[in-house]
């Protein structure tokens, strides 16, 4: 069924600069929901589209196929059978954990009794019981003695006489004690010890052991009785006399190790006092470690510890001490293997239990559940008849009774169900066997109806129950179900899923009871308990409806999906097809998610079936078809097809007129068409079916709301308070808060009122968080009163907290950005405003958009400010509060302008037409303005500042007039000014054009006349070997490579030497004559050339290289490229500045740097030693010229051309003067 409507609330905002509205129309938005049986709002509305949910007595287990008895009325039972108890079992057993403590109990009184017959006899036997068959008690002041036959002991009286006539030691009263304890005549037994605590003589050594074994043999006696009695008196009675037994032994012999076994025994059959027995155990076990008592015991109290292997480990030590234990030991040991997972063994340890005592019945229970627990035909019979043979040893054993009582259970013999548990109920006193018993009675009255007498049994049962046996609660939970009482189905309930918490049944029927409460958090917790039924069992529809009927106001995907998938499965797993309930369900989800083409489907498939199934229930079908078409109208409206809705609900109003949800919608659509009567008229005809309709109130409240009738509006929802039914309701609330908070914005407001108004709309949204504490438009209303107050911080906290909470709530964003306004934070508050238009409005809201303007406005941001209040105008152009704000602005902006003595002629003449503008605006507010929004005085005033600027524009425009002709004078001025500079640079730019064109000129005629010295130089001939003169002394000429230069002129030139590069090194600095003449005498008078200066010999060296690495040589005749650039001065001197290799063609050595002279010479000196390295380089080649042949040219042109280029270098390094010989020795140096 469609839900409440969700109302919106008051947008909050305090408007400082603008008038601007805080708030905008309430709106209802109905939306179609799932209908519910149990939701009795509309009267007209469809039956219920879930399922019920079945009680059921009993869990289900899928492996119980067996026993199937339900009863009427539920859907499943549960197919119990007999197993062993175990507490950390994860199924759901019959008996439960009572059974483990059953038989812990039992197998400690067995080890008991087991343990003081031992400690007894150990004590005695030896001492006072000798081997004959008599007893002889010694007759006072004589050597006679009385001997009586143990067989055949008189009556206990006259034995008392005798003993007490004779004075008879303390050892015979108890040896005489023990032998009636025997014969079973326990009324002698306690007679004569109790008399022995008064006329036994103890007036010999070691009596006082003799005292603590009287002592003790007859407190044990007591709690024997005590544990086998019945009634609470008598048995706390008895305890209390042996209390006082092992409380007076105390004060003989404390440590003693017997006294210590009884006592700790009696504090384990206490119950309460486990952790003192266990100190005094190990108190006799440090004293004799083989002690069978005490590593019984200690068995017993690990077991109850549920440290199972710790208690087999004692059993099996006691076993070992004494091979022949009696069978009682064996049945320990096999709980213990039980408990550890091992059957097989436990069935072999209660089997030898059965072997060494036939008559054993916890032997043969244990068999007996370890038979039923094979789930077999044969197994079950057998386990069957141990069971009937342990009823036969001891039909009033509490276990075998209740074992056979759920044998009958599933037999549908509920009488001797009834019997059987109600005798074991009554033939224990153990409370898990009570509890046990209770539930057997319980559930036998469950299953044939009497839900009274159930009730009873189980809640019984609870009462005796341990925390680990939750079957009881399980079926008390279902008997609150039956009576209707969910809160405490739902406690018990949970205690069963505390102790199981993967249980199918319980997580199932959690879910259905949390799924109808209005809790969030139970809602939460019933959607977790499906999806775990869900995952567990996939195959189960029932829950998959259930958990997509709580999911579909969490999350409306994952219901639809929830939803499709039971729909899938229904058709193919079951065969059968979807319930148009279902349909109808997945109909609104897709409605409600926007899809609203498949929601259309869906709805007309819903009808399709509803005509298929009429026919089977033609009543129910037709209520649901109403619901159906209410749903489609409401589709047909979000599509805008607003006359086939309107169809819809008048349709659906001819056959049912008291369907008040049909005069709402119908009263919204002509409220939406700005038809406010016609909305009115329908809204009170809801009234007319249902006067007490809070929907119906509320739409007329809000329609005095958008008309501003705060008053009228008001008391709709006062009166909605007023009625009992709806005096908590939400909405009514907020709107009564928002109407006080509204107040504060009123343009006839009493501003003495508004600290009260303001209390007031603050307790109205306090009362909703009482209510309701996650609604956001409380705390929202109570962030903006805070807002209000000043509290800007707070209302900022609280904002920031709900936008947090939901992002869907455009109302936060807007009283956020307005929080921010009011902290001066404008950029913040104008990025608020855009995402907020963004995000929920697209752009189009008008009131969102003046709230922007407004922020703009008091950023000083006027021009900003007016676009956004024309977009606004573009969206409601005769919104007169738009028109006042945007004439306010031009006015500001104006006024500015005209303010600012800077201003050009263009803005002052903008400024004042928009300031005759904003007049024009004003004057019409004045008298059209709405004075529901603002004050007309407020136009009249403002007009009236607008025409006192306007009388002053003229002076401002003339001022502006007059300060625009001065620029432009000065601007005609500048601008000559710039002219005349311009043609200057113009003009000097073209004499520098011409210059460099002459100079170019210049420089290629000089290029050229270069070009016609240097053509002829590279010359390729051959060379015929000429005969050398042989100097005195000489023995062969240089090798290969050496290049010799005559000495030319006066010493001018450095002497480069003719030897290796080692040789060189070791040179001394010595003239140049020295230099020849050690040179001549080193050479024996051969005549060699001499460089003419230190560059010389590394040209001729740098030529010799490159000559080697040309390609053209071959054999012994090669082609020698003899270049040589010889520059005059004269074209040096026209040539400045350019670099020493240019004019040099390609393939020619180039000079290496040389270096200056040590007077610091001219610069002419590179040019002269490029001349110099040449002519060293024609030398060189000339010098091998007998291996070498020249190419093309004539011999004798050449060798005339070297000779005067020779002499003109030769004159030119006499006038650049002589360079030392150290620094042709560091040149050589360096060029090596």
Same mark, same amino acid.
């Given at each position: 069924m469609r839900e409440m409507v969700q109302y919106d609330v008051l947008k909050i905002g305090k408007p400082i600069a603008l008038t601007v509205r805080p708030g905008h129309t309430f709106d209802i938005r109905t939306r179609p929901h799932i209908r519910h049986q149990d939701q009795a709002s509309h009267s007209t509305s469809g039956p219920g589209f879930t399922f019920d949910i079945r009680t059921r007595p009993h869990i289900r287990h899928q492996d119980q196929a067996s026993h199937s008895t339900s009863g009427p009325g539920f859907t499943f039972d549960i197919r119990t059978r007999p197993h062993i108890r175990h507490q950390d079992q994860a199924s759901h057993l019959t008996s439960g954990p009572g059974l483990t403590r059953l038989y812990s109990c039992h197998l400690g009184c067995n080890e008991e009794e087991f343990a003081f017959t031992l400690c007894a006899e150990n004590t005695m036997t030896n001492r006072y019981i000798p081997t004959a068959t008599s007893i002889e008690i010694p007759l006072r002041d004589t050597d006679e003695v009385i001997e009586l036959d143990v067989e055949q002991l008189p009556d206990g009286e006259e034995v008392i006489s005798i003993l007490r006539d004779e004075r008879a030691p303390l050892h015979i009263w108890v040896a005489l004690a023990l032998h009636y304890y025997k014969q079973g005549k326990y009324e002698d037994f306690v007679s004569v010890l109790e008399t022995s605590r008064t006329d036994a003589d103890v007036s010999y050594k070691d009596h006082e052991k003799d005292q603590m074994a009287a002592l003790d043999t007859l407190a044990a006696h007591y709690v024997q009785l005590a544990r086998k009695e019945k009634q609470k008196e008598k048995r706390k009675e008895l305890f209390a006399q042996a209390t006082l037994l092992y409380t007076t032994a105390d004060k003989i012999v404390m440590y003693d190790p017997n006294h210590l076994l009884g006592r700790a025994y009696f504090c384990l059959l206490e119950g309460d006092k486990m952790d003192q027995a266990e100190a005094q155990f190990n108190f006799v076990l440090q004293q004799s470690p083989e002690s069978i008592p005490a590593l019984l015991g200690k068995a017993c109290i690990s077991f109850n510890k549920k440290d199972f292997k710790g208690a087999l480990a004692f059993y099996k030590k006691a076993l070992r001490t004494n091979p022949n234990c009696p069978g009682a030991v064996r049945l320990g040991m096999g709980h213990c293997f039980l408990k550890l997972g091992n059957s097989e063994k436990a069935r072999l340890a209660f089997q030898r239990a059965l072997d060494l005592d036939k008559k054993c019945v916890g032997a043969l229970v244990g068999l007996a559940v370890l038979e039923l627990n094979s789930k077999n035909h044969d197994s079950i019979k057998k386990g069957v008849e141990l069971l009937s043979k342990a009823y036969t040893i001891d039909s009033s054993n509490p276990m075998v009774l209740n074992h056979l009582a759920d044998h009958f259970f599933f037999k549908k013999d509920y009488a001797k169900v009834q019997h059987l548990a109600l005798h074991a109920f009554h033939g224990t006193d153990v409370e898990a066997m009570q509890a046990e018993s209770c539930y057997q009675l319980a559930r036998a009255f469950h299953i044939q109806g009497d839900h009274d007498q159930a009730f009873q049994y189980y809640y019984q049962a609870t009462q005796f129950a341990s925390g680990g046996y939750v079957l009881p609660h399980y079926g008390l939970g279902q008997m609150y179900i039956a009576r209707g009482d969910t809160e405490n189905a739902a406690v018990c309930l949970e205690k069963v899923l505390a102790s199981q918490p993967n249980n199918y049944e319980t997580l199932k029927i959690l879910g259905s009871l949390y799924a109808s409460s209005p809790d969030p958090k139970k809602r939460e917790a019933a959607r977790d308990h499906l999806k775990k039924v869900t995952e567990e069992t996939p195959d189960d529809v029932e829950a998959l409806i259930e958990l997509a009927s709580i999911l579909e106001q969490m999350d409306i995907p994952a219901s639809l999906q929830a939803y499709q998938k039971a729909s899938q499965m229904l058709k193919e797993t079951v065969g059968a097809e979807v319930p148009p309930e279902i349909l109808n369900n997945i109909a609104a989800l897709h409605f409600r998610l926007g899809n609203y083409e498949e929601a259309k489907s869906y709805y007309e498939q819903t009808l399709d079936r509803c005509r298929q199934e009429r026919l089977q229930d033609e009543t129910y079908y037709s209520n649901i078809t109403v619901s159906i078409n209410y749903n489609l109208a409401r589709l047909y409206e979000e599509l805008c097809d607003f006359e086939r809705a309107e169809q819809l609900y008048k349709g659906i109003l001819k056959e049912h007129p008291s369907y008040v949800d049909c005069y709402l919608r119908l009263g919204c659509m002509a409220r939406d068409r700005e038809q406010i009567y016609e909305a009115s008229d329908w809204f009170k005809e809801a009234l007319q079916k249902n006067q007490e309709h809070a929907d119906a109130w509320a739409l007329i409240g809000n329609l005095h709301l958008a008309k501003h009738e705060w008053g009228p509006g008001q008391k709709k929802f006062e009166r909605i308070l007023k009625n009992p039914e709806t005096k908590s309701d939400t909405y009514s609330n907020l709107s009564l808060g928002n109407v006080w908070l509204q107040t504060l914005h009123t343009s006839a407001r009493d501003r003495t009122k508004d600290k009260k108004h303001l209390e007031r709309s603050l307790g109205y949204y306090k009362d909703v968080l009482h209510k309701d504490a996650r609604n956001l438009y409380a705390a929202n209303g109570i962030g903006a009163v805070l807002a209000h107050k000043g509290f800007f911080r707070e209302a900022r906290d609280v904002f920031a907290q709900v936008r947090e909470a939901t992002a869907d709530m455009p109302d936060v964003w807007l009283n956020l950005a307005h929080i921010y306004v009011e902290q001066k934070q404008y950029i913040s508050a104008i990025q608020m405003y855009e995402n907020c238009l963004k995000k929920f409005y697209s752009f189009h809201n008008t009131d969102v958009l003046l709230y922007l303007s407004r922020a703009y406005f008091m950023s000083g941001r006027l021009e900003d400010c007016k676009q956004t209040l024309l977009k606004a105008r573009h969206i409601a152009p005769n919104d007169s509060l738009l028109l006042f704000n945007l004439a306010l602005v031009e006015q500001r902006s104006a006024i500015a302008v005209l303010r600012n003595e800077t201003s050009k002629l263009p803005q002052v003449v903008g400024a004042v037409r928009e300031l005759e503008m904003a007049q024009r605006f004003f004057v019409y507010l004045s008298k059209e303005g709405d004075r529901m929004k603002f004050d007309l005085n407020f136009a009249t005033h403002e007009a009236r500042k607008c025409a006192d600027y306007l009388s002053q524009a003229q002076h401002h425009v003339a001022r502006a007039r007059k300060v625009d002709d001065e620029e432009r004078l000065l601007r005609e001025k500048q601008e000559k000014e710039r002219e005349v500079i311009r043609q200057k640079q113009i003009e000097e730019e073209q004499e520098k054009a011409r210059e460099r064109d002459l100079q170019a000129q210049k420089m290629e005629e000089v290029r050229q006349q270069f070009k016609l010295k240097t053509q002829n130089l590279l010359q390729f001939r051959e060379e015929t070997p000429e005969p050398k003169a042989k100097t005195p002394g000489r023995k062969k000429k240089g090798a290969a490579g050496e290049i010799y230069s005559e000495g030319e002129g006066d010493g001018g030139g450095e002497t480069a030497a003719p030897s290796a590069k080692k040789r060189r090194r070791s040179r001394k600095k010595v003239t140049s004559s020295e230099q020849a003449d050690s040179d001549e005498n080193k050479a024996g008078g051969e005549s060699?050339?001499?460089?003419?200066?230190? !560059?010389?010999?590394?040209?001729?060296?740098? !030529?010799?290289? +490159?000559?080697?690495?040309?390609?053209?040589?071959?054999g012994k005749k090669k082609k020698r490229v003899i270049s040589k650039a010889f520059i005059s001065d004269e074209d040096s001197s026209g040539e400045e500045g350019k670099p020493s290799g240019?004019?040099?063609?390609?393939?020619?050595?180039?000079? #290496?740097?040389?270096?200056?002279?040590? +007077?610091? #010479?001219? !610069?002419?000196?590179?040019?002269?030693?490029e001349e110099s390295d040449v002519e060293e380089a024609h030398?060189?080649?000339?010098?091998? #010229?007998?291996?070498?042949?020249?190419? @093309?040219? #004539?011999?004798? @042109?050449?060798? +005339?051309?070297?000779?005067?280029?020779?002499?003109?270098?030769? +004159?030119e390094e006499q006038a650049e003067g002589q360079r030392s010989p150290d620094k042709t020795e560091e040149n050589d140096v360096a060029m090596e």
């Open positions: 060699k050339r001499r460089r003419k200066s230190g !560059a010389g010999g590394r040209e001729k060296k740098r !030529a010799k290289v +490159d000559e080697e690495g040309e390609g053209t040589q071959s240019e004019g040099v063609e390609p393939g020619l050595p180039s000079s #290496s740097p040389t270096p200056r002279a040590e +007077d610091g #010479s001219s !610069a002419s000196s590179q040019s002269e030693s030398q060189g080649n000339h010098s091998h #010229s007998e291996e070498e042949p020249q190419g @093309e040219g #004539s011999k004798e @042109e050449m060798k +005339d051309e070297v000779e005067s280029k020779q002499k003109e270098s030769e +004159d």
